[in-house]
C-alpha cells in the first residue's frame, strides 16, 4: 500500500527545553508550534516526560486548545500517561520507550517482550478514540507484533540510519535504509499506516521520504537548531520542500 501524500509533523519540544533552562514563558512551545503550522506542518508532536524535562502538562492543555491541526503526544506506555491522554484526548498518542537517564528517546520500543504491559494501555487508547502509534525498530517481527496488539500505526526509527549518515558511513547507511525500506513494505502490507522519525534533517530526509509507504514524518530537534540560524518558518518550508522534493 502506498501513500499519496507525506505529512510532516514537527516536534517542538526542544523549544521547551530552551524555555526551561532560564526559567520563565520564553520561547514558548505553543507559538513555535502555532508558527510551523502557518509555515506548512500538518501536525505537532509534544514528548510529556514522566520528568518532565522539557515539555510540561500546561504546555499539553494549551497545544490541545489552540491548534487546528492534529496533536500526536509522544507519551511513555504508563498509567499516568494514559490518564493523561485519556483527559485531553489528542488526535494520537505515540508510545515511546523512555529511561530518565537519556538525553533523547533512545531506540524503539520493545513491543514483543512488552506484550501483556502495552496490550490493555493500547486498548484504552483506541477505545477512546485516541489513535495509536507505536514507536519501534524497522524489524519485520515487530510489525507483526503491532498488527497483533491492534494498533493503527507504527513509527519506524531512523535514529541508527540518521548517525550513519552522520559519520559518511555508505555502507551502513545503506544497511539501515534497506531495514527500514523492508519494514515500511511489510508493515504496509499488513495495513498498518506507515511513520518514521527521530535524527532526520535536511541532509538525511530525502532517501527516507522517498519510501512510498510513508504517510507521515515526525522531525523535531533539527528543525529546532536550525531555526536558530533561519528561523523557524524558513525552517519548516525547506524541510517540507525537502520532502516534496523527494516524494516528486
Same mark, same amino acid.
Given at each position: 500500500?502506498?501513500?499519496?501524500?507525506?505529512?510532516?509533523? @514537527?516536534?517542538?519540544?526542544?523549544?521547551? $527545553?530552551?524555555?526551561? #533552562?532560564?526559567?520563565?514563558?520564553?520561547?514558548?512551545?505553543?507559538?513555535?508550534?502555532?508558527?510551523? +503550522?502557518?509555515?506548512?506542518?500538518?501536525?505537532?508532536?509534544?514528548?510529556?516526560?514522566?520528568?518532565?524535562?522539557?515539555?510540561? &502538562?500546561? &504546555?499539553?492543555?494549551?497545544?490541545?486548545?489552540?491548534?487546528?491541526?492534529?496533536?500526536?503526544?509522544?507519551?511513555?506506555? $504508563?498509567?499516568?500517561?494514559?490518564?493523561?491522554?485519556?483527559?485531553?484526548?489528542?488526535?494520537?498518542? *505515540?508510545?515511546?520507550?523512555?529511561?530518565?537517564? =537519556?538525553? $533523547?528517546?533512545?531506540?524503539?520500543?520493545?513491543?514483543?517482550?512488552?506484550?501483556?504491559?502495552?496490550?490493555?494501555?493500547?486498548?484504552?487508547? *483506541?477505545?477512546?478514540?485516541?489513535?495509536?502509534?507505536?514507536?519501534?525498530?524497522?524489524?519485520?517481527? +515487530?510489525?507483526?507484533?503491532?498488527?497483533?496488539? =491492534?494498533?493503527? @500505526? +507504527? =513509527?519506524?526509527?531512523?535514529?541508527?540510519? *540518521?548517525?550513519?549518515?552522520?559519520?559518511?558511513?555508505?555502507?551502513?547507511?545503506?544497511?539501515?535504509?534497506?531495514?527500514?525500506?523492508?519494514?515500511?513494505?511489510?508493515?504496509?502490507?499488513?495495513?498498518?499506516?506507515?511513520?518514521?522519525?527521530?535524527?532526520?534533517?535536511?541532509?538525511? @530526509?530525502?532517501?527516507?521520504?522517498?519510501?512510498? =509507504?510513508?504517510?507521515?514524518?515526525?522531525?523535531?530537534?533539527?528543525?529546532?537548531?536550525?531555526?536558530?540560524?533561519?528561523?523557524?518558518?524558513?525552517?519548516?518550508?525547506?524541510?517540507?520542500?525537502?520532502?516534496?522534493?523527494?516524494? #516528486?
Amino acid at each position: 500500500m502506498q501513500s499519496s501524500s507525506l505529512r510532516l509533523g @514537527v516536534n517542538i519540544d526542544h523549544v521547551a $527545553t530552551v524555555r526551561n #533552562a532560564r526559567g520563565g514563558r520564553y520561547p514558548d512551545p505553543v507559538r513555535a508550534a502555532l508558527m510551523a +503550522v502557518e509555515a506548512g506542518a500538518d501536525g505537532i508532536t509534544a514528548h510529556l516526560r514522566e520528568d518532565r524535562r522539557h515539555i510540561r &502538562d500546561a &504546555d499539553m492543555e494549551a497545544l490541545k486548545s489552540v491548534l487546528p491541526v492534529p496533536l500526536n503526544f509522544e507519551m511513555a506506555a $504508563t498509567d499516568e500517561m494514559v490518564a493523561m491522554a485519556m483527559r485531553l484526548r489528542p488526535h494520537a498518542a *505515540c508510545l515511546v520507550p523512555e529511561k530518565r537517564e =537519556e538525553r $533523547t528517546t533512545e531506540g524503539g520500543l520493545d513491543i514483543v517482550g512488552a506484550r501483556d504491559h502495552l496490550a490493555p494501555r493500547i486498548a484504552a487508547l *483506541c477505545e477512546a478514540g485516541i489513535r495509536v502509534s507505536l514507536f519501534v525498530e524497522p524489524d519485520e517481527r +515487530v510489525m507483526d507484533m503491532a498488527r497483533r496488539l =491492534e494498533a493503527p @500505526v +507504527v =513509527e519506524l526509527h531512523t535514529g541508527s540510519y *540518521c548517525e550513519a549518515v552522520a559519520e559518511g558511513d555508505a555502507a551502513r547507511t545503506a544497511h539501515e535504509l534497506a531495514r527500514i525500506a523492508r519494514a515500511a513494505e511489510y508493515g504496509a502490507g499488513l495495513g498498518l499506516e506507515i511513520h518514521a522519525g527521530h535524527g532526520l534533517a535536511l541532509d538525511s @530526509v530525502a532517501p527516507v521520504a522517498r519510501l512510498p =509507504e510513508l504517510a507521515e514524518l515526525n522531525i523535531g530537534h533539527a528543525l529546532i537548531g536550525e531555526a536558530i540560524f533561519v528561523g523557524l518558518a524558513q525552517a519548516v518550508r525547506d524541510m517540507r520542500a525537502a520532502m516534496e522534493a523527494a516524494r #516528486a
